[in-house]
């Protein structure tokens, strides 16, 4: 494919493409050890005002760790809801539970939900205090030509919302970009293994509001909560204010069945009736068709550099 992007002057010692969480993470790390990076995102910088209603991400000691590295544990772990269990929800059994700690029979070794955007704002924003690294935002990568190392992207929010093209030379990329890497899809052709499996399972994206009083709606709210009924299965995963962010997972038939807003209040109270009566009707229905249901992938690959 031929480019007539403006290649800029600068060589770049480090490429990192993706600004969720691995990538600042990686390029934090780098920068500390002197080693100049940019960083290129596709969205836009900030949270415009959101946050959004993203799954929740858990954080273990593992990732714990990582942010204390970049000096953030604290800030990060004051946003995040601590939850130390499940709590399984027993069907058809009228709303009886059973609880299960992580470590013992007590309140220890928490897990730690928190607001995914939210979490990558609080990592890019400690990234821009790093002087080594530069983060390029509403840059997205299209294409990596490897013989001259030149990564090709499109720059979002030019005038009058146009898009520029833009060519940088780097020593050294490193993909973060995701489940859709471009990164990964610029070196497919070199590697030896590559499989993906697309699961016949979707997920939906909900919200259960904590009472009218400002309590949790779930007895536990600091355990990480299972549903489950055949084939469908859904969690709820604690937000600081007592309010809960529910993954609902089934069969991709079940979801393409559920086509009305009638359809939806049907299924959950045939499926999950002690949350149905919580969570408020419009806003039930309105999650439920707010996006399209993403499908699970498992993907695996060999090698994992070029
Ligand atoms: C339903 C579900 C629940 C999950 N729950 C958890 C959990 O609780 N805890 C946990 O640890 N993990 C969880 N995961 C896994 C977790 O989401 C991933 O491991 C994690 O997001 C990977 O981080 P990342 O930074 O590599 O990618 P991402 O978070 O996907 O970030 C990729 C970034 O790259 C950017 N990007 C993409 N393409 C381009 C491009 N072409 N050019 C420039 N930028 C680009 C995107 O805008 C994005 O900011 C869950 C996943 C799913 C699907």
Redesign the pocket.
Known sequence: MEFEHQLEDEEVPVAV???????PVMAYILGERGIRVHL????NKGLNGSLGRA?????SNR?IDALVRMGISDEVLKEAAPYYGRCIHLPNSGGKTKVEFYLGNEKKGAIHSINRRLL?ELVLKRLEENPNVKIFYQ???INIEHKNETLHFNVKGGEKGSNNKKSVKAKFIIG???????VRKSILGSMSYYQQNILDEV?HELYLPPTQNGESALPYPDMFHIWQLGEVMMVGLPNKGNSFNI?LYTPLSHSRNIKTPNDVLDFFRKTFPDVQKKIPQNQLIEDFFRKTP?R?NIMKCYPYHY
Not at 17 to 23: A, E, K, L, S, T
Not at 40 to 43: A, H, L
Not at 55 to 59: V, Y
Not at 176 to 182: A, E, I, P
Request: charged share 10%; with cysteine; aromatic share 12%.
């Open positions: 493409v993706g600004g969720g969480i691995v990538g290129y995102e596709s969205r799954i929740n991400f858990s954080l990732g990558s840059h997205q990568l973060c970009d995701g489940f859709n890497s471009s997920y993954i993403s699970l």
